[in-house]
């Protein structure tokens, strides 16, 4: 969608809701890492008392500071998009939405603002104990702030525990501990804290390379890259093995966007994973207008695949078209022909509850609640899948293939990169190479923007990658949008631009004359 | 009963003082970043919200019950009706 010049109201509206979360996770994962890693080096400080550790501890608390206050509310402008540009979405969902998000608002964003104050104004003031837990809770309140937030988004990707209302056209949750405990929230949840983690690490590593370049802080930049290095390794492990799980879980529940991100057009068992590939257009096309794509090189390793989503080389995997004409009878996925049918069917069965409604004909609302809205087996078979009734061809279903592929494979090249740096970092360090090895240093400072990218690459890959839909299979964003002038919307995503890069300008100034400045007191 | 009474206010004070001289001895780059944020809240509160961001619901239907009844004709459109 978006590759087209000819950009419409949805693809803008998206475009802008991409900037605004993208320029927002700029300033979340580094909070989420730093915080972490600030916490640890308190502790041993408090253990040791030692002066040094305490200027460490204050130095990147420092850096952490102004990453957490430029980045602070930048993410209240995603929910008055909500409101604004996806108000058929908002009101859909806003009951599920809610609960996660006031919980997000009243238990963790307090927490965590309530306690940087003693972070910050706290030193010499109330006791070291005091102090250190302070700093733990805003560790520990900043991820539980993002739980909440992920939790809501893994709902929109696989929407459990809730029962659709047609009287209100709303969804209602019926199960907090299903949307808490969804099999998408749990690998989210996990997966995104310890990319935050390895982030925070890198940053650490990274800055630390710059000092022992310029000679300046050693001991404090060797003990920081140490910290950071095991911090990292053990968060990249983590990542790593969480990223596995995230795998299984979307082949059952986003099979689409699983096979889009291998650009695996064709099913098989005994299927290879692509450790690198680059694509090209195929002549051949899926369904009636959409291109797929070939490889024109790639290094494949045999059966993976398959392993990672069934722990065995016989499991078959399903491929675009596979999904696209006959599902998976395997794993109970229909094809698309047939939830599109099933889609059809349940739009079908609300615009009569909708005419019933109209001339107040309270018999038949009743036959139809009672029937349908209130049949388990309506919802979970047909309901299910009433977003498919919004789709113009069964390809439509079909993500932007390139995007997910490339931004995938870029996330988990670079994730595999880390864990050797941080390898890499260690082995040096005890060696008592560190200073010496040049080219490292070079290859840590060059890692902090590589590291964005990564944790970048990771969204797009989550959020392109379950095209067409908001929520998935129930609401394309195509549905989901308000019908504003495209021209507005255009407006909205300039201003955010012209916001969000003064807002990083500013950021990556004062860190910057902060990092030359160095650690004070 | 009578110590609790006696103790609330030393606290709100303490805590008061804390804010006070925390504030007051900021650094130059605290400082920079609470401008950075004042008007960063009052670009996205004010500004953004509302003249940009209004509540689209809201601010076109009166009640919930036309607001179900619009969002009920979006969702059952037909793709054709919907171009």
């Known amino acids: ?521 | 009963m009578k110590n609790s009474e006696n103790d609330a206010p030393g606290l709100l004070t303490r805590i008061f003082r804390f804010y006070y001289e925390g504030f007051t001895n900021m650094s130059s780059w605290g400082r920079k970043v609470w401008i950075i944020i004042i008007i960063k809240l009052f670009l996205i509160f004010v500004v953004l919200k509302i003249f940009f961001f209004p509540d689209f619901l809201s601010r076109n239907y009166e009640n919930d019950e036309q607001r179900s009844e619009y969002v009920l004709d979006q969702i059952t459109k037909t793709p054709e009706a919907d171009d």
Not at chain 1, 492 to 502: E, K, N, P, Q, R
Request: charged share 15%.
């Open chain 1, 1 to 521: 969608m978006i590759e087209t010049a000819d950009l419409s109201l949805v693809d803008w509206s998206r475009a802008q809701f991409a900037l605004t979360a993208m320029y927002h996770w700029l300033f979340v994962p580094l909070t989420l890492g730093l915080s972490f890693i600030v916490a640890i080096m308190e502790t041993i400080y408090a253990k040791t008392g030692r002066e040094e550790w305490k200027r460490m501890t204050r130095f990147w608390m420092t850096l952490f500071g102004i990453n957490f206050a430029i980045g602070v509310a930048t993410g209240i402008i995603l929910e008055f998009e909500f409101g604004t540009n996806w108000s058929n979405y908002s009101w859909f969902v806003g009951d599920i939405f809610g609960a996660p998000l006031a919980i997000e608002g009243i238990l963790a964003f307090f927490l965590e603002s309530t306690f940087v104050a003693v972070m910050f104004f706290g030193w010499d003031k109330v006791s070291k104990k005091f102090h250190l837990t302070s700093t733990w809770l805003v560790a520990v309140g900043a991820n539980l702030s993002a739980l909440w937030i992920l939790v809501a988004n893994a709902w929109m990707q696989n929407p459990v525990g809730m029962e659709f209302n047609p009287e209100t056209a709303r969804n209602e949750m019926v199960d907090f501990w299903a949307v808490l405990f969804n099999p998408v929230a749990v690998d989210k949840f996990l997966h995104t804290i310890f990319s935050g983690f390895l982030l925070g690490s890198v940053f650490v590593m990274g800055v630390s390379a710059w000092f022992l370049l310029k000679k300046r802080e050693v001991w404090l930049s060797k003990m920081s890259i140490m910290i950071s290095a095991i911090f990292g390794l053990l968060s990249s492990l983590m990542v790593a093995f969480t990223g596995d799980t995230s795998a299984r879980t979307l082949a059952k529940v986003q099979p689409m966007k699983f096979a889009a991100m291998e650009a695996l057009y064709e099913g098989s068992s005994d299927a290879g994973l692509v450790a690198f590939g680059i694509l090209k257009k195929s002549e051949e096309k899926i369904g009636v207008e959409k291109q797929g794509h070939d490889f024109v090189t790639k290094i494949k390793i045999p059966g993976l695949l398959s392993i990672m989503t069934g722990g065995s080389r016989d499991v078959f995997v399903p491929g675009i078209r596979d999904l696209l004409n006959i599902g998976d009878s395997t794993r109970n996925i229909y094809s698309v022909n047939e939830m599109m049918e099933r889609g059809t069917f349940a739009r079908e069965i609300l615009n009569d509850y909708k005419r019933a409604r109209m001339i107040n004909d309270e018999e038949q609302i009743k036959i139809l609640s009672d029937e349908f809205f209130g049949n388990k087996e309506f919802m979970d078979e047909s309901f299910r899948y009433f977003g498919y009734a919004s789709l113009n061809l069964p390809e439509d279903a079909v993500p932007n293939v390139p995007i997910a592929f490339y931004s995938f494979h870029i996330m988990v090249m670079l994730g595999f990169f880390f864990i050797l740096v941080c390898v890499i970092a260690l082995f040096l360090l005890f060696r008592d190479k560190l200073t010496a090895s040049k080219w490292f240093l070079w290859v840590a400072i060059i890692s902090v923007p590589l590291v964005y990218i990564a944790s970048e690459s990771g969204w797009i890959v989550a959020e392109m990658g379950r095209q067409p839909w908001i929520i998935q299979d129930l609401m394309p964003v195509s549905v989901a949008v308000t019908k504003l002038s495209t021209g507005s919307v255009i407006t909205t995503f300039i201003l955010f631009a012209l916001l969000f890069t003064a807002l990083l300008a500013a950021e990556v100034s004062i860190m910057l004359k902060q990092i030359k400045t160095g650690p004070k007191h």
